[in-house]
């Protein structure tokens, strides 16, 4: 059982260059969110997802995209990628039964440069 | 504007001894907490959470204290192991308004020396 997968791990990224975030999931959870950590501050929320199809915006989504044709992918789509993107990327995933008691499975990041 | 809070960025305890880590939270629509543990490189891992039902939880050395009155909620590790040291972050839930997701803190880094 892989959990929640990223890849990939690292990368370097130039400025005005795009790039897509992989994320899956083999757990059939319904719940997949994107986060953000920089150094010094908690996750912060960027795009989030309650099952196929159906994608919102968390509390920093500009400069991201993202889609959810499956249950198990939920890819992070930068575009144009600035300096303030510079950060590590973490998925989770979550099986909502309407009462979030059994918290988030996460990966294990992906830590991006953009220079 | 940070709705969780955790003001300790690090904490240094003796193997053996008790860890408190404190995290205040200011939206009173929180209704559902968890700690999570990270160790570097890797993804945070789900540790406790609570219930804004109950004022306690454990699970073996973990016992997490919720006061709503005072919006504090803490992870009390006892007793503490080497392998503890990892940064904890509190996050909360407010179901009913915004569903599963979860809002963090900033994190405290815990070390245990031997």
């Known amino acids: 059982n892989a959990g929640v997968t990223q890849t990939p791990k690292f990368h370097i990224l130039k400025i005005g260059q795009s790039m897509t975030l992989q994320c899956t999931q083999d757990?059939?959870?319904?719940?997949m969110y994107w986060y953000r950590q920089d150094p010094g501050m908690g996750l912060k929320l960027i795009y989030y997802?309650?099952?196929?199809?159906?994608?919102d915006k968390g509390e920093v989504p500009n400069g991201y995209n993202v889609s959810r044709s499956t249950t198990e992918d939920f890819p992070l789509r930068l575009e144009l990628a600035a300096p303030s993107q510079t950060s590590v990327y973490f998925c989770?995933?979550?099986?909502?039964?309407?009462?979030?008691?059994?918290?988030?499975?996460f990966g294990s990041g992906t830590r991006l440069t953009v220079v | 504007d940070q709705q969780v809070k955790q003001n300790s960025p690090s904490l240094s305890v003796q193997e053996g001894r008790i860890s408190i880590l404190n995290c205040d939270y200011t939206?009173?629509?929180?209704?559902?907490f968890l700690w999570y543990k990270k160790y570097p490189a890797e993804g945070p891992t789900f540790l406790i959470s609570?219930?804004?039902?109950?004022d306690k939880n454990e699970d073996g050395r973990f016992t997490v204290f919720l006061n709503k009155s005072a919006k504090h909620l803490s992870l009390h590790i006892v007793p503490s192991q080497p392998g503890d040291s990892a940064v904890y972050f509190c996050?909360?839930?407010?179901?009913?308004?915004?569903?599963?997701?979860?809002?963090f803190g900033t994190g405290t880094r815990l070390a245990v020396r031997p």
């Open positions: 989770a995933s979550s099986y909502s039964k309407g009462r979030g008691t059994y918290g988030y499975t």
């Open positions: 757990m059939n959870h319904n719940y």
């Open positions: 997802s309650v099952g196929a199809g159906i994608t």
């Open positions: 939206n009173s629509m929180f209704d559902y």
């Open positions: 609570i219930s804004s039902i109950k």
């Open positions: 996050a909360a839930s407010a179901f009913k308004s915004s569903g599963d997701k979860l809002t």
